[in-house]
């Protein structure tokens, strides 16, 4: 059961451009969202995380836009870098359960092109 | 540099064995997060230590299981290995309660 779906699979943007990946979750219990950066042989690096209280957070050239009511939030990459290529991971989790072991979407694969 | 640290980075083996995979957490960490990382199922969390106890199991098969020490560093335990067991296995930690989880760089595993 894929409780976070993300979209698209992959995309590809211009130098200079904005990236736009979208996630959308099941769980209501969910209240922590992280998004993850990952280069090719590489560990998953924390980019960004907002929690349900918030609609929006920034950080550099990352913004995270969260709408609770439909149960979506999404990432928005600024001035798209050659540098920004990699693959992003959404996350959920519930600091509620036992455990906060997150819940991942499915990754997106971008390519910013020069 | 996350501050986690995994050891090995490479394994090969054939399939029956059995292997460890070790992970130290950042400083001061005491959360142990075990996940598996694979073409067809993502990433997947699998186990979940807090200062030395089992917090949270997930899709862990029951040929897999894993402890955290008394100095924190934990270990994945993989064994009556099959094909399909071929991943990346990644280890996080964080503090205590719902915040920020680290991750260390993978252990990439192969089985022949």
């Known amino acids: 059961q894929q409780q976070v779906k993300q979209s698209p699979q992959s995309l590809i943007v211009q130098k200079g451009g904005i990236s736009i990946i979208n996630c959308a979750y099941e769980?209501?219990?969910?209240?922590?969202f992280p998004w993850y950066q990952q280069f090719p042989g590489k560990g998953p690096a924390l980019l960004i995380a907002i929690r349900p209280d918030v609609s929006e957070k920034k950080e550099g050239r990352f913004t995270i836009s969260f709408n609770k009511s439909a149960k979506q939030f999404s990432l928005h990459i600024m001035d798209s870098q050659p540098g920004d290529s990699a693959t992003y991971f959404c996350a959920a989790s519930e600091s509620k359960a036992a455990g906060n072991k997150l819940t991942f979407g499915g990754g997106t694969r971008v390519l910013v092109k020069p | 540099d996350s501050g986690v640290t995994q050891t090995p980075k490479h394994l090969i083996t054939a399939t029956g064995q059995r292997v460890t995979l070790r992970c130290s957490p950042r400083s001061g960490d005491l959360s142990v997060y075990w996940y598996q990382q694979s073409l067809d199922q993502g990433l997947q969390f699998l186990i979940q230590y807090y200062n030395g106890e089992e917090r949270a199991k997930g899709n862990i098969l029951e040929r897999f299981s894993a402890q955290q020490f008394p100095d924190l560093h934990s270990e994945l335990n993989l064994s009556s290995l099959e094909l399909g067991d071929s991943a990346l296995y990644f280890c996080?930690?964080?503090?205590?309660?719902?915040?920020?989880?680290?991750f260390g760089p993978g252990t990439r595993l192969l089985v022949l």
């Open positions: 996080a930690s964080s503090v205590e309660g719902p915040t920020n989880q680290y």
């Open positions: 769980n209501t219990a969910f209240d922590y």
